[in-house]
């Protein structure tokens, strides 16, 4: 891309006019008929007077000096007799000045098809239904930038606040009192007991740190598929368990499940549900898209056009054709914004498996779930059992702990169910992988599909403020809180409609103060953009009867028909930029109804017109959303850091692991 934008530009500075430009010959053509030197059709000098061609009227913009000592020398006409006298014809830039198409399309289209190839597409997340969703993606980025900018800044914001706190293990409510004594008792042992205690210590907190970063990690992950109904609280039960249980504390009487009296059973549903963690968050570093660097190259690329395009237009070289070209600059810089925020909300390559991964694990934390909370039985004809039936379920059997995978067996042998959990196997594929309750839909992370994608925010809500190690009090913690979007989204929301809009009425002010001054084609189609672009947003922040996660079918598709509505006009925007369409006689006009023929450096002239204000204002206002952009980029994702940047060997789950392993194959 970048040698093909050098190509066009040395192409564009030894390409010369074929034709001259149209409305510099009716320039000329005026003049000679106002001088008497030459008569067009009915027009001579004195009809050209009484027909009403000629503008003698006020022109806004003009400086009131300039306007009464030489407003009379200061050729201006109406639409209809510029197009009496010039034609009704479009002024192509190919037909005209092929090297100013050429510097267009090097400046800007380039450099914005770079930006487009480096978004991450739905083709790579699907084995089917690759270009319709990847047309859809494409609708709601350029669509709607306000409602897919939303989108993704609140999901970097729920991974900010996943990653404060796992990094941030006080914060979370789950360090109690037993298990502070415990680690004054191992601090205070250690002048006695030597090192030993202390390097235990310091694993401990490791292990736990460790797990706190998988957990939060894999909700992260989670919350960037579709809620495709209700969460129920079965579900969000065994997600909590799942993923608070390996570093819960395991202080008998101090937030451990109610539903077990089992101190043993406890200790090893930690051991399993922590190496299950273990194995989810290490396939998803492992499918974690990576290449964050190199797309920076494209947004730089877009940053030179953007300087060039200000040379050129501040330049003596410079014409309104070029402050135009700078305009629709501006008008998509909310591009490389949307871009840089993409690839730093980090997401699976392979969704559909990052998805299967989901469903097997919740089935396998399910069964943790259900064996840990399960009475041990009786064996009647054990001779070691001593106990009588009354004192069942206080009976602490012996459970091996050995480096043995537990597998299920095709024919389980009696009471071999009280030693194991009913692991996930090959046989329940067609129950688990194929069932569409299953709350998690498809992936629709970084702005692909209208929704509120609010897991990680509520389930972190429900760890913070939900019952110590209650995940089911929890779980009803965080099923309130995805009733509704929080403040943070509507902040979000609003900030993200507040970059958009800054840079459509920059490039708005541009194109409205070239003269003739007033709202034309090309400020007219960027208020039309502008405003087809916000009706997808308006919609989304519409109240929502069921969950918000899962609009109804209706705004689905009245979303979509706006969003390719707006594309298709940005496209033409687009094209109209490098091809002249819009340069005739009724767009020139404008709503004023008149026109001139003057080139930029009489307008930028500050005793004639002074639009060089108006144009400095709006490529200041233009760029600073970029910068900001570009530092809190790199301030969110040093923040998000710590949750995919761990050890290699804390990665990986052990060489022998005490939980079936099946489900990662």
Known sequence: MPSLTVYLLVAASWWKSVVSDRFDQCKIRFERILNGTEIYGPFNNKTILSSGIIYNGPVQGMKPEFAKTSRDKFLTVTTDGCRAICGNSIDWYWSSDVALTLSIISNWVLPILALLAAFPFDSIHKSHGRFWGTMCALFNWLGSPQLALTTITFSIYQNVICSQAATTGASNGFSTPDRQSMEAQARGNADTTGASNSDSASDLQLMEAQARKNAYYVLCCMSQYRLQHRMDLDFLEALIYGLITPFR??????????????????????????????????????????????????????????????VMAFANIGDRTTTHSLAVGILFSWLPNLLLFAIIDRNPISAERSRTLFIRWIWN??????????RDPVHPGDPQNTESLENTEYRLPSLDFGPRPQHNDIEPQRFQDSTKPHWWAQTNEQ????????????????????????????????????????SLLCAECTEQRLRSRPGSWWWL???????????????????????????????????????????????????????????????KRVTMGFCMLSTLWLLFILFAAFSGILKNCWCRGGHRGYLDFENAQFYRDKNHFDVV?????????????????????????????????????????????????????
């Not at 051991?271 to 396939?283: C, V």
């Not at 934390?365 to 399960?374: G, L, N, P, Q, Y």
């Open 365 to 374: 934390v399910k069964a943790v779930k259900k064996w840990e909370s399960t």
């Open 431 to 470: 129950q688990s992988e194929r069932n569409s309750e299953f709350p998690l839909g498809e992936f629709i992370g970084q702005g692909r599909e209208i929704g509120f994608n609010g897991l990680a925010d509520a389930v972190a809500h429900g760890i913070r403020n939900g019952p110590r190690d209650d």
């Open 493 to 555: 929301s609003l900030l993200s409609l507040l970059i958009v809009w800054l840079e459509i009425s920059m490039a708005f002010m541009i194109s409205y103060n070239i003269p003739t001054v007033g709202v034309g084609c090309r400020s007219g189609s960027y208020l039309i953009y502008g405003c087809l672009s916000t009706i997808p947003w308006l919609i989304n922040a519409l109240p929502s009867s069921g969950n918000p996660g899962n609009p109804s079918k209706w705004r």
């Open 613 to 665: 204000t108006y144009w400095r204002v709006a490529a200041v206002v233009g760029a600073f959303p970029m910068m900001v952009s570009l530092l809190a980029a790199w301030t969110v994702l040093r923040e998000m850091k710590p949750l995919w940047q761990i050890p290699v060997p804390s990665n990986l789950p052990g060489r022998h692991p005490r939980a079936d392993a099946t489900w990662l194959s």
């Open 249 to 310: 504390d395991m202080t008998i009487g101090q937030g451990q499940n109610k539903s077990s009296l089992n101190p043993a059973r406890q200790e090893k549903a930690q051991q399993w549900t922590t190496e299950l963690l273990e194995g989810m968050a290490s396939q998803l570093r492992v499918l974690r898209r990576r290449g964050v660097y190199p797309a920076f190259l494209s947004i730089l690329l877009f940053c030179i056009a953007y300087a060039i395009s200000l």
